[in-house]
């Protein structure tokens, strides 16, 4: 008798599943800045899916942590599948967006989260070495182009 697990592929490749936000307030965008590999990066406010977690709640979440703002996605921007072959890890990043009517102070909750800023696409596009990765940008650039993709797509039996 196969195991349970076996059957359903516990040798099956898994990318990893992350979620971002995209959050904006007159053409200024929050992106958050941490240490990787002993270097400052920056990155939308981002993180893994936990176990028990929807796409939408892991979103908040990350966006609380990172951010110390309670707000809630509007809209997805685009799914998009990602290879860091340095690190031989894949990713499937769920990006969400939050326009704000307001610019709101932030407070992270993260200690890995050195600061925040609220950053023009110009000034994005001048610190693209330190980018995290090319999905920062391309998550921006598809913002706004108008991307939008209804958050009642998104279906869970949690």
């Known amino acids: 008798m196969n195991n349970l697990n076996d059957e359903h592929g516990s040798q099956q490749f898994k990318p990893n599943a992350t979620v971002a936000a995209v959050i904006v307030y007159q053409n200024k965008f929050l992106l958050v800045e941490e240490m990787e590999n002993n270097q400052h990066v920056f990155n939308q406010p981002a993180g893994h899916l936990e176990a028990n977690e929807n796409l939408i709640d892991a979103a908040k979440r990350e966006i609380y942590e990172e ?14 599948y990602f290879h860091r072959p340095e690190l031989s890890l ?20 993260d200690d890995e989260i050195l600061a925040t800023h609220w950053l023009t696409l110009p000034e994005i596009k001048k610190k693209s070495a330190q980018l995290r990765s090319s999905m920062v940008l391309e998550c921006i650039e598809d913002y706004l182009k108008g991307q939008k993709i209804d958050l009642t797509i ?3 039996n949690l």
């Open 90 to 109: 894949y990713f499937l990043r769920f990006c969400f967006v939050i326009e704000l009517n307001k610019q709101l102070e932030t407070s992270p909750n």
């Open 154 to 156: 998104f279906k869970s």
């Open 67 to 80: 951010t110390g703002l309670t707000v809630s996605p509007q809209y997805c921007s685009g799914i998009y």
